[in-house]
């Protein structure tokens, strides 16, 4: 089956846009193939406000989210692959979700399906990281 993330970002954007909310991204910028604002990185990661009012032209294909938007003042074309996503919420009350990997398909950081690098490891046991993932809220 293809990728529910593309839906997912889908519906959740119309959802918070729906709502009178803002919608924020969570991007991983190590991922590649990602074109944002590297001055706008912190800790491999950025948050994008994709609102209508914030960006122009977006479309979420089923491969890629792109937009166009200014940053500082200079405008940008914007485009991320959907497995960089990590999350999409509202940014006035936090709601919304985020995404792990998907069964079978590679994780962002382009290692194996389990997350492992062939022959890396603790002896190929495919367990997943262990701790609690967290999400900043930007204000």
Not at 30 to 43: C, D, K, L, M
Not at 49 to 78: C, D, I, K, T
Not at 99 to 127: L, T
Request: proline share 9%; glycine share 16%.
């Amino acid at each position: 089956m293809t990728s529910s993330r593309p839906y997912l970002v889908r519906a959740f954007n119309e959802w918070i846009l729906d709502n009178d909310c803002t919608p924020y991204i969570v991007v991983d910028a190590g991922v590649q193939g990602v074109q944002v604002p590297t001055e706008h990185v912190a800790n491999g990661q950025i948050v994008l406000n994709v609102s209508p009012g914030a960006v122009r032209g977006l479309v979420v294909g089923n491969g890629a989210l792109e937009f166009s938007a200014r940053f500082g003042g200079v405008p940008m074309q914007v485009f991320i692959p959907l497995q960089a996503v990590m999350a999409i919420y509202a940014k006035e009350n936090g709601e919304g979700m985020v995404f792990g990997s998907e069964p079978g398909s590679p994780d962002p950081d382009g290692s194996g399906p389990e997350g492992k690098e062939p022959g890396k490891g603790d002896g190929g046991s495919g367990d997943r990281p262990s701790g609690k993932p967290t999400l900043k809220v930007v204000r």
